[in-house]
């Protein structure tokens, strides 16, 4: 083993797994995680060596959360620093595995006599298992984890980080499998742990990569790719684990495509350019989120030919569009572009004086027309964003993660609020 990489000089074993090893450095904040050639099933009883699979389950680990960071998660990996290692933040970990399922599988059947296989768990099944080799790490319940009374990095385990985890796992397992049916793959299940760093924040952390979810191409468990396979079989030759190699390396090639450019746009026409201020708030919202957008300037009372020649030029684009019309007063913006576009139109007028009378304009429009009418920015924003997350996993995805921070800040306020 290397006393230093990449600059860092290693430390101290913290740990060492069945397919990793744990280093401190001189940061106190921060380990460094080395991955083996080492594949395992059952425990550890059954073991192979596996030349290359530190360096693709170390880029496979890299892609995943660094994707997951991308969304606004928050996890512990901080960035790869050789083929088979990895800087992370240094946390105490919960010694629970959160399993999230989407389909009935594997254990799940054993431990459930009578559920056929394939059952489907919507929302998904969350399982949860204590980390204890040598009691094949048996299943607990939220009561369990509560009573064990575990403290980690000066935080004691509630049901307040009980329901945080729980809440974040099914935001991590659904966010990735949104990813993977862009690639016509279906996620089955995955697990994750949890870690507590130095300031006392819960944090995705450990690894994810190809020992952690079933994955079936085109929903077909005969075309599995992950390490369900090694577990299957009951001898094991070289060529098998070629194959085994072979699959952990099309998993991570295909995690090059979850990071897609968007394809759709927001197109902000405001009728006048005083409400230049109101349009870049809801800019700057779309923009948060991920989706492009684009501010033009038309009045569809004093330009109607010229507004619907802007129409023509962004249809003549190829991408997928919502036009967000900002006009006060009499607004005849929405509706016209409405008539004359089959993309969503969403009515977003200026705050004025005289605002509930002008919004009359924006609610009531002719028949034959669907455009939307919301009052704010943040609104506009969001239901722009909506209506592309239908064909946009990372739209999707980000709105999935907005929704766990709503909910994280309002686990966090209540419980400051309780210890006052």
């Given at each position: 083993?290397?006393?230093?990489?990449?600059?860092?000089?290693?430390?101290?074993?913290?740990?060492?797994?069945?397919?990793?090893k744990v280093f401190s450095i001189d940061n106190a904040d921060e380990v460094v995680i080395i991955s083996k050639d080492r594949i395992t099933a059952g425990d550890g009883i059954k073991s192979h060596e596996l030349k290359g699979k530190a360096e693709i389950s170390t880029k496979t680990n890299a892609k995943v959360f660094e994707y997951l960071n991308s969304l606004g998660l928050k996890t512990s990996f901080i960035k790869t620093l050789t083929g088979t290692a990895f800087l992370a933040k240094k946390c105490e970990m919960i010694p629970i595995e959160w399993v999230t399922r989407r389909l009935a599988t594997g254990s799940f059947l054993k431990r459930n006599v009578g559920v056929k296989e394939g059952?489907?768990?919507?929302?998904?099944?969350?399982?949860?298992?204590?980390?204890?080799?040598?009691?094949?790490?048996?299943?607990?319940?939220?009561?369990?984890?509560?009573?064990?009374?575990?403290?980690?990095?000066?935080v004691t385990i509630t049901r307040h980080e009980v329901d945080i985890m729980k809440r974040s796992a099914i935001t991590v397992f659904e966010v990735l499998e949104r990813a993977w049916a862009s690639r016509s793959c279906a996620l089955i299940d995955?697990?994750?742990?949890?870690?507590?760093?130095?300031?006392?924040?819960?944090?995705?952390?450990?690894?994810?990569?190809?020992?952690s979810w079933r994955l079936w191409p085109s929903g077909d468990k005969r075309l599995m790719k992950d390490k369900q396979v090694y577990r299957e079989l009951s001898e094991v030759t070289q060529h098998d684990l070629e194959k085994i190699k072979s699959n952990f390396q099309w998993i991570s090639d295909q995690l090059d495509y979850f990071k897609s450019a968007p394809q759709s746009l927001a197109v902000i026409v405001m009728g006048s350019p005083s409400d230049e201020e109101h349009c870049m708030k809801i800019k700057k919202n779309c923009e948060a989120l991920g989706l492009p957008c684009e501010l033009r300037v038309s009045s569809a009372h004093k330009e109607t030919e010229?507004?619907?020649?802007?129409?023509?030029?962004?249809?003549?684009?190829?991408?997928?569009?919502?036009?967000?019309?900002?006009?006060?007063?009499?607004?005849?913006?929405?509706?016209?572009?409405?008539?004359?576009?089959?993309?969503?139109?969403?009515?977003?007028?200026?705050?004025?004086?005289?605002?509930?009378?002008?919004?009359?304009?924006?609610?009531?429009?002719?028949?034959?027309?669907?455009?939307?009418?919301?009052?704010?920015?943040?609104?506009?924003?969001?239901?722009?964003?909506?209506?592309?997350?239908?064909?946009?996993?990372?739209?999707?995805?980000?709105?999935?993660?907005?929704?766990?921070?709503?909910?994280?800040?309002?686990?966090?306020?209540?419980?400051?609020?309780r210890k006052r």
């Open positions: 083993m290397p006393d230093e990489v990449a600059g860092y000089k290693l430390g101290a074993l913290v740990i060492e797994g069945k397919t990793k059952y489907r768990f919507s929302p998904p099944l969350e399982e949860t298992f204590f980390k204890d080799d040598a009691n094949h790490d048996p299943q607990w319940s939220d009561q369990q984890i509560i009573e064990a009374n575990f403290h980690f990095n000066g995955m697990k994750i742990e949890f870690g507590i760093d130095s300031k006392g924040e819960i944090l995705i952390s450990d690894i994810i990569d190809s020992d010229e507004t619907l020649k802007l129409v023509a030029e962004y249809e003549g684009l190829g991408r997928d569009l919502v036009f967000i019309a900002v006009a006060g007063r009499s607004n005849g913006l929405g509706p016209v572009i409405s008539g004359n576009t089959a993309f969503p139109v969403i009515n977003c007028p200026p705050p004025s004086q005289s605002a509930t009378q002008d919004i009359w304009s924006s609610l009531s429009v002719p028949s034959g027309l669907g455009c939307t009418t919301v009052l704010y920015p943040e609104t506009a924003a969001l239901a722009a964003t909506q209506i592309h997350a239908l064909k946009e996993h990372m739209l999707w995805s980000r709105l999935r993660v907005r929704a766990l921070t709503n909910y994280l800040s309002l686990k966090k306020a209540d419980s400051i609020l």
